[in-house]
């Protein structure tokens, strides 16, 4: 059998699946790679879910019509109304986002940093990944000018540029682009005759609600996907539900049918049960919106306390405003990583996290960061606990802080920094 | 936004959506073209699947420790026993087969007739498919022979064929390739160091239990990936859960290395309710067993009162040995079919069907096949009834021709296959 080119693994599920097995052989292991949410599935969609067992039809490709008069309705609630004939819903968000890639064709610009897989994605989707630096403090969204210059060089370099991929609120850096970012971003891409494709999974977890993300299908809805599923906002990753919201204008109900097309030959349909648990939570009723409030709290909560650990012991990072991400720069204590430890780079920075100190994080490389920055991201959503009840006090805890398993997560990021560093152990975050 | 070329919609999935379209609709309408099984969840799979309704954790890519290990012993005890390290669970056996494709790279061997999702996901994945003919009575194994011819001429002609995917039992001929045809192709694929995917999603439905399917994992087990999934024998099509059985053998390693590092970036892992039922089922307790025998002799009695209304009108079609699906042969037909209905090909004659009768069936050309011919491909699993009730009686039935439902249904493809040939109504069907 020849051998292909190497497809790498996505690096936040393999760091997650190593700590794991780490941590099942007895070792002391803080989990901050991957972005999976740690609580329990509300009672109530639990309850709908178990309702919906004996589902076994595959339904319309896209997904049940409850289903997407329920997706519609929660982006009209968010001023992108839309027929429900042009959501698609598929198993995650990632799968949709792979189907468009292949719906829309040619090559892909991606942000720098940004999430794990979009690059992968568009190389097994036989494109090229188009990397183009953000903005500081404007994660997701490539910086309009140099998407420009990069377009403009690739088409003339024989490139197929067809499409760009933002994340608002972005992951890896917590951080929102600024309506300004995202209408330049509109315009250029409207300029260049780009597919916009927004993956919004984190727009419920903005933690100031008098300053929502803004969508790019605000400015460019003529062009612009939006990708958005129940993983974060509710948790409910394992359950492998994500929905795509398709412009309504001519090439965007051709790329609809397109789309469909793909699914209809990689996946059929979203899983039968699991839809009309999710018809349930995109409805929005009282108990799913006080549940997502709660879970953005507690995400805010403990990510502040975290960055307040990692700016103490010297590390730089724009403000966290929505996630529950950090993207902390080391580059002030280069020289003290380089003589201490060793550490050039954010690989070996993550490296000695893990190996040194049982902390699971990402190297920078990981989000496609060039060059050798002292970049590491971080994860707070494993700190709730490793049980229903643990995650549940966790939520429902005025001050989670307190909690003593949250304490002692938070309290090791604070040791390990400070032992790596050489500082005193800081006590910034206030014990109740 | 430019245009690629275009992407065909699952001929099967589109067919079903328009037929129930019609029928919302309150049109008389007979499915027989998608083959979803028309049978209830097991009371004891859907308790299962309740009771996994607060799994919302990813759990591994690969699938859960629990579901490989219960498919490892559900191969085991069909004679291809298997490390559940080498198990992997997907979204749905179709999203296996992607995968796989974009896994192994190259180009890929289709047999014709087949599946038409192999060739769709082939040209999807960038590669070309590759067809050759089955022999007659073989079904969905390409003829051993000109397999090699046309592998020899594609690499001359410089294609990269590297895959050849088998259907073992065969959709859409109902037939099961013989032991002597299957250790051919296997030593072909070795001749040409070719990977073997044999889909055996139909292995459970050989009607006769003496003959089981023989999978290429028995003479090439160095090199044959299977899959299957719990869509045709226990009819969770809506549930999506496939499986893949990777080789032990350091490609089939180096495969599963692969296949792993696409699922992590196109679909994370299965649905994790789905799976803790999926491994309940896999093992295979008595009331699964039962369940299975069940359909698969429901599937026989309609599957061959349906063919012997086919055979009188004087269609071809080699006998059905397993699934629930005909493919006849209306070549003996043809000058009647052209003189009386104007029809020429399998395309106008599956339109026949639909527009004149309101009997939705697929051509031959949806399953790869060249040139004019005058087949069709008709399943029987949408003939069980429309509600738990009747489909539940339809399995515990000792006769399920004598319930009326079932009876109506076999009744008007006599009808339909009478007016259309112009002979007499038929009565081959023992009234009990």
Same mark, same amino acid.
């Given at each position: 059998?020849?051998?292909?080119?190497?497809?790498?693994?996505?690096?936040?599920?393999?760091?997650?699946?190593?700590?794991?097995?780490?941590?099942?052989?007895?070792?002391?292991?803080?989990?901050?790679?991957?972005?999976?949410?740690?609580?329990?599935?509300?009672?109530?969609?639990?309850?709908?879910?178990?309702?919906?067992?004996?589902?076994?039809?595959?339904?319309?490709?896209?997904?049940?019509?409850?289903?997407?008069?329920?997706?519609?309705?929660?982006?009209?609630?968010?001023?992108?109304?839309?027929?429900?004939?042009?959501?698609?819903?598929?198993?995650?968000?990632?799968?949709?986002?792979?189907?468009?890639?292949?719906?829309?064709?040619?090559?892909?610009?991606?942000?720098?940093?940004?999430?794990?897989?979009?690059?992968?994605?568009?190389?097994?989707?036989?494109?090229?990944?188009?990397?183009?630096?953000?903005?500081?403090?404007?994660?997701?969204?490539?910086?309009?000018?140099?998407?420009?210059?990069?377009?403009?060089?690739?088409?003339?370099?024989?490139?197929?540029?067809?499409?760009?991929?933002?994340?608002?609120?972005?992951?890896?850096?917590?951080?929102?682009?600024?309506?300004?970012?995202?209408?330049?971003?509109?315009?250029?891409?409207?300029?260049?005759?780009?597919?916009?494709?927004?993956?919004?999974?984190?727009?419920?977890?903005?933690?100031?609600?008098?300053?929502?993300?803004?969508?790019?299908?605000?400015?460019?809805?003529?062009?612009?996907?939006?990708?958005?599923?129940?993983?974060?906002?509710?948790? @409910?990753?394992?359950? &492998?539900? !994500? +929905?795509?919201? /398709? $412009?309504? #204008?001519?090439? %965007?109900?051709?790329?609809?049918?397109?789309?469909?097309?793909?699914?209809?030959?990689?996946?059929?349909?979203?899983?039968?049960?699991?839809?009309?648990?999710?018809?349930?939570?995109?409805?929005?009723?009282?108990?799913?919106?006080?549940?997502?409030?709660?879970?953005?709290?507690?995400?805010?909560?403990?990510?502040?306390?975290?960055?307040?650990?990692?700016?103490?012991?010297?590390?730089?990072?724009?403000?966290?405003?929505?996630?529950?991400?950090?993207?902390?720069?080391?580059?002030?204590?280069?020289?003290?990583?380089?003589?201490?430890?060793?550490?050039?780079?954010?690989?070996?920075?993550?490296? @000695?996290?893990?190996? &040194?100190? !049982? +902390?699971?994080? /990402? $190297?920078? #490389?990981?989000? %496609?960061?060039?060059?050798?920055?002292?970049?590491?991201?971080?994860?707070?959503?494993?700190?709730?606990?490793?049980?229903?009840?643990?995650?549940?006090?966790?939520?429902?805890?005025?001050?989670?802080?307190?909690?003593?398993?949250?304490?002692?997560?938070?309290?090791?990021?604070?040791?390990?920094?400070?032992?790596?560093?050489?500082?005193?152990?800081?006590?910034?975050?206030?014990?109740?």
């Amino acid at each position: 059998m020849p051998e292909p080119a190497p497809i790498p693994m996505s690096a936040t599920l393999a760091a997650d699946e190593a700590l794991a097995r780490r941590r099942r052989a007895g070792e002391r292991v803080l989990s901050m790679a991957g972005g999976e949410i740690g609580l329990p599935v509300l009672p109530v969609l639990r309850e709908r879910l178990a309702a919906a067992a004996a589902e076994n039809a595959y339904g319309p490709v896209a997904g049940s019509p409850a289903l997407r008069t329920a997706v519609a309705g929660y982006w009209e609630r968010r001023g992108l109304a839309v027929d429900p004939g042009l959501v698609v819903a598929g198993p995650g968000s990632k799968s949709l986002l792979f189907a468009l890639l292949l719906a829309i064709g040619g090559d892909v610009v991606v942000p720098v940093p940004s999430w794990v897989s979009y690059a992968a994605q568009a190389r097994l989707a036989g494109a090229r990944p188009i990397p183009v630096p953000i903005r500081p403090g404007q994660g997701g969204v490539p910086d309009p000018d140099r998407l420009r210059e990069a377009v403009v060089d690739a088409r003339a370099a024989g490139q197929d540029p067809r499409v760009v991929v933002v994340t608002v609120p972005d992951n890896p850096t917590g951080t929102v682009a600024s309506a300004a970012t995202v209408r330049r971003l509109a315009d250029t891409a409207r300029e260049l005759d780009l597919v916009i494709v927004s993956d919004e999974i984190y727009g419920d977890l903005v933690y100031d609600s008098s300053e929502p993300a803004v969508s790019p299908a605000l400015h460019a809805p003529e062009r612009t996907v939006v990708t958005t599923g129940l993983t974060k906002n509710l948790a @409910l990753g394992g359950w &492998r539900t !994500g +929905v795509a919201r /398709l $412009p309504d #204008s001519e090439p %965007g109900r051709a790329l609809h049918t397109r789309l469909v097309a793909v699914a209809s030959q990689i996946w059929s349909s979203p899983p039968a049960p699991v839809q009309t648990a999710a018809a349930y939570a995109f409805g929005e009723p009282p108990e799913v919106t006080e549940r997502i409030a709660a879970s953005r709290r507690l995400h805010e909560k403990v990510v502040r306390a975290v960055a307040a650990h990692f700016a103490a012991a010297g590390a730089k990072a724009a403000p966290v405003a929505a996630t529950c991400y950090l993207y902390p720069d080391f580059e002030p204590l280069r020289e003290h990583l380089a003589q201490v430890h060793g550490v050039h780079d954010g690989d070996a920075l993550a490296g @000695l996290f893990s190996e &040194r100190y !049982g +902390v699971g994080v /990402l $190297p920078a #490389s990981a989000f %496609g960061e060039p060059g050798r920055p002292l970049r590491i991201r971080a994860a707070t959503s494993h700190f709730y606990g490793t049980t229903d009840e643990r995650r549940t006090a966790a939520l429902e805890a005025a001050d989670p802080l307190a909690l003593p398993w949250i304490r002692t997560a938070v309290d090791r990021v604070g040791e390990v920094l400070a032992d790596l560093t050489g500082a005193d152990v800081p006590a910034l975050v206030p014990h109740s």
